[in-house]
């Protein structure tokens, strides 16, 4: 089973065809009625503290700034980093659980050092990214592990 993998990047990968299977269990398991806990959960019910974006927000600007530029436009480097907030970054990762983008970050970038990141600084600049694209706040930080990011999709913001 996938779960007894150690390193966080590695367990994505190796279950990578699983998610859908996974994730059909999931909501079987919550339409049973477990605790609230077990719940489907998106990045519009305030997953991450206002500290822990900010902090990502410093820690994006040492490692991500200088390629994806400090206002997350990007385009600051030959290869053309993309755009980290707005329309195509919200296309991009649309009704994909916070574990992918946390997982292609820390396998993929930064693009000139790869899987150079602890997990711990990947979750915090997730967690600024979706502070970026307008989530909210919560009480609690995005936790460093890839089975919880699993259970948080990034859908597009719900009409008010
Ligand atoms: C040296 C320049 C550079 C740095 C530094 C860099 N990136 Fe990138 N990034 C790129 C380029 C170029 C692409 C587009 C090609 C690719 O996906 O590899 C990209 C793509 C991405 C993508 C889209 C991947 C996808 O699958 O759609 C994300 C998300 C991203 N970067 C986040 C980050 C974050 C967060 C950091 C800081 C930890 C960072 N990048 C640092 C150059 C960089």
Redesign the pocket.
Known sequence: MCTSSSTPWRHLRACGPFVGALAIWIAAISAVGHGAQDAPRTIWGGVFTEAQAKRGGEL?KT??G???RDNLTGGG?E????A?AGPIFVH?WRDLPVAD?FV??GT?????KPDT?DPQT?VD?VSF?LASNRAPTGSAELPPSVDALKAVTMTVQPAR
């Open positions: 994006y490692h991500c200088y390629c994806h480097s290869a053309g980093a993309p980290l991009r983008l292609t970050i993929t970038m930064p693009q000139d990141l990947v600049i990214l």
